[in-house]
């Protein structure tokens, strides 16, 4: 299996409706497109249940190098509806990826495939990714702006590509510039929004040690941004999932919970082209691609403490979602990371492509 990368939780959003940009992979807030939003069809915005505007879920930049494949503008968004009677419905979810056509962007050198670790499994990793999001490498670099960029990162989450990595790419920002980019969206307070914070990213070790769920819960700090007078601590820590005792569960159930305790933390876990990690042996085949009709691929899923942070940060400004009670959510996207597009929509985005990606859901199955 190649290598996953865990989306971990940063810090909360001073405002959960602040400008970031595409580069930053985040939880929940409103999305931070590349383009004008006028050149995303308003349909792909709206729960396919009840019509209803869906809430950002994630925003995660992902670009590929690889040397059959370099895309570096590249970036998936999954959006669900908090309509309580849509909670379990799959048309309620729907993931969006955008990525600048490769002919549009400018040539590039032939990318050299580097792998992170001696020790991958499987075939090397179909992408970079984890150079690119590695944030504890061993490695020391003289690049000050490297430097300014893992600053960034851990201060505000921000997720740039690592300078080395990404041959030639123009957009770092200093610390100044962050700060005033992040301007507050006015015009938009009707729009759904549920609690955004940022993300770091970490190497999933193949030897990870086992704990408990629940005993490193603090990195969000609730109680610091969102002036809660008493977090419920063992509200997560109590959800019973001791898999040692339950030696009836499936055991794609317990390979799930042992994975998923190991990082107790975790929001989602990103893989190009890799293996889901699968709650239950059931799962919906994805479909073909709607552009190319190509198959797709897994690359990333969401994971229950995602749902635990959201519901404890949730207030008066925010949409709830208490009724999403997946066990994972994975989005399947196309192989080939085609472009395809008609001309007429070409030019209306600046070469940027607009694809709808597939995203299944897994329940926990009743004893």
Same mark, same amino acid.
């Given at each position: 299996m190649g290598e996953v990368i865990l989306g971990m939780p940063g810090p909360w959003a001073e405002n959960y409706l602040e400008l970031a940009d595409h580069y930053t992979t985040k939880i929940g807030g409103l999305p931070d497109w590349?383009?004008?939003?006028?050149?995303?069809?308003?349909?792909?915005?709206?729960?396919?249940?009840?019509?209803?505007?869906?809430?950002?879920?994630?925003?995660?930049?992902?670009?590929?190098?690889?040397?059959?494949?370099?895309?570096?503008e590249r970036i998936l968004y999954v959006f669900g509806c908090v309509n309580p009677k849509c909670a379990n419905d799959p048309l309620s979810w729907r993931a969006i990826r955008l990525q600048k056509s490769s002919s549009e962007e400018e040539p590039k050198s032939p990318v050299q495939e580097v792998s992170p670790s001696a020790a991958s499994a499987g075939p090397a990793s179909k992408s970079n990714y984890v150079d690119l999001w590695q944030n504890d490498s061993d490695e020391e670099d003289d690049d000050v702006d490297l430097e300014e960029l893992g600053r960034l990162l851990s201060e505000a989450a921000s997720q740039?590509? !690592?300078?080395?990595?990404? +041959? /030639?790419? %123009?957009?770092?920002?200093?610390?100044?510039?962050?700060?005033?980019?992040?301007?507050? =969206?006015?015009?938009?307070?009707?729009?759904?929004?549920?609690?955004?914070?940022?993300?770091?990213?970490?190497?999933?070790s193949s030897s990870g040690g086992f704990g408990s769920v629940g005993t490193n819960l603090a990195s969000l700090n609730l109680t610091d941004n969102r002036n809660d007078d008493h977090i419920e601590e063992e509200a997560w820590g109590e959800e019973g999932y001791e898999y040692d005792r339950a030696l009836h569960v499936d055991r794609t159930y317990l390979?799930?919970?042992?994975?998923?305790?190991?990082?107790?933390?975790?929001?989602?876990?990103?893989?190009?082209?890799?293996?889901?990690?699968?709650?239950?042996?059931?799962?919906?085949?994805?479909? !073909?691609?709607?552009?190319? +009709? /190509?198959? %797709?691929?897994?690359?990333?899923?969401?994971?229950?403490?995602?749902?635990?942070?959201? =519901?404890?940060?949730?207030?008066?400004?925010?949409?709830?979602?208490?009724?999403?009670?997946?066990?994972t959510l994975i989005t399947y996207t196309c192989s080939k990371s085609c472009s395809s597009q008609p001309d007429q929509e070409k030019s209306s985005s600046n070469g940027w492509t607009v694809a709808e990606e597939s995203v299944v859901l897994q329940f926990d199955e009743p004893l």
């Open positions: 590349p383009i004008d939003e006028v050149s995303i069809r308003s349909d792909l915005l709206e729960c396919r249940a009840c019509g209803s505007t869906m809430c950002l879920v994630i925003q995660l930049y992902a670009p590929i190098s690889h040397v059959s494949l370099a895309i570096e740039a590509s !690592n300078s080395k990595k990404q +041959n /030639g790419h %123009q957009q770092k920002r200093n610390h100044q510039q962050l700060e005033s980019a992040r301007k507050i =969206r006015l015009g938009e307070p009707d729009r759904p929004v549920i609690p955004c914070f940022y993300i770091y990213s970490q190497k999933e390979k799930f919970m042992k994975r998923m305790n190991a990082y107790p933390e975790q929001c989602f876990r990103y893989s190009y082209g890799g293996n889901p990690l699968l709650a239950t042996r059931e799962i919906e085949k994805p479909g !073909n691609c709607g552009l190319c +009709n /190509g198959p %797709q691929h897994y690359e990333m899923q969401l994971m229950p403490p995602l749902l635990f942070f959201l =519901r404890e940060a949730c207030d008066s400004s925010t949409q709830s979602p208490e009724d999403w009670n997946w066990m």
